[in-house]
């Protein structure tokens, strides 16, 4: 078997299994609110715990009611480290976190790798982190499933549709969009920006979306042209910066968590 080892363990997030677990356990206990729906689809950030930890944890929490169902998550994100032409898939069976390793759904992979828009690029998943960190909070919250992880480089949000409806399925998939929202600002600008940011996602504004508003803004935008031709409305679950957490104010990061409902519980 190869394993895509874990990058940022032990930086973004605790590199011990039981102090992980933990951490992400209590994480999720700090999310009391009550969710009617199951989601279909989650857009959560992807930055350090300590800032956007509590944040991730509203979008995963709203997973409790549902766990048993999902058996696969399609995980897609904006790729950091390395140019991607297109949408990057891995080669390797497993990837890997301090509680273990979680399998690569290859069926999934290849019932897309015949868009030309879709390559292999383990390179580029090697460095990652924003897909890496979304796996622990899935890992406590389901029981067995199998990952389909997708970087995003210069792919259209068209392209990226297209891949969701290929991978859309029934109950048993859950699709995950990983992405912080505007960088590096000070904390009241952020908050504006980050308040319209929001504002487009919900109106399912996808066309307004950019790199500046959202670092993952394709894959965003991508999943709002599919949930809306499928009519899931958004719902924000969490909205705020690395200013309200862990950081300092004058230069922010901002984290929102949305989830996109499909069946009543």
């Known amino acids: 078997m190869v394993v895509r080892p874990a990058a940022v363990a032990g930086q973004f997030y605790l590199g011990n299994a039981d102090r992980l677990r933990k951490q992400v356990s209590d994480l999720l206990a700090g999310i009391a609110m009550p969710i009617k729906n199951i989601p279909k689809a989650l857009i959560a950030p992807h930055a350090g715990y300590v800032y956007s930890g509590a944040t991730a944890a509203a979008a995963f929490a709203?997973?409790?009611?549902?766990?048993?169902?999902?058996?696969?998550?399609?995980?897609?994100g904006p790729a950091h480290y390395v140019h991607v032409r297109?949408?990057?898939?891995?080669?390797?069976?497993?990837?890997e976190t301090p509680l273990g390793r979680v399998?690569?759904?290859?069926?999934?992979?290849?019932a897309i790798a015949d868009l030309p828009f879709v390559i292999q690029d383990d390179p580029a998943h090697a460095p990652e982190h924003a897909l890496e960190v979304e796996l622990p909070f899935l890992q406590i919250?389901?029981?067995?499933?199998?990952?389909?992880?997708l970087l995003v480089g210069d792919a259209t949000p068209k392209e990226i549709a297209r891949v969701l409806l290929q991978l859309w399925d029934g109950r048993e998939t859950l699709i995950v969009v990983s992405s912080d929202l505007s960088h590096y600002h000070d904390?009241?600008?952020a908050r504006r920006m980050d308040a319209a940011t929001a504002a487009a996602i919900e109106h399912g504004d996808w066309a307004s979306l950019g790199p500046h508003q959202a670092c993952g803004s394709r894959a965003v935008a991508?999943?709002?042209l599919e949930t809306g031709r499928r009519g899931l409305q958004p719902q924000q679950l969490a909205l705020c910066n690395s200013g309200d957490t862990a950081g300092v104010r004058d230069r922010v990061v901002g984290y929102g968590a949305w989830m996109f409902a499909q069946t009543a519980a």
Request: glycine letters at 6%; charged letters at 15%; hydrophobic letters at 50%.
């Open 62 to 76: 709203t997973l409790r009611n549902g766990a048993q169902m999902i058996t696969r998550v399609v995980l897609i």
């Open 86 to 95: 297109g949408i990057a898939a891995p080669t390797v069976d497993a990837f």
């Open 103 to 110: 399998p690569v759904d290859k069926r999934a992979l290849n």
């Open 141 to 149: 919250l389901l029981t067995s499933f199998r990952v389909v992880p």
């Open 187 to 189: 904390y009241e600008t």
């Open 222 to 224: 991508g999943l709002l």
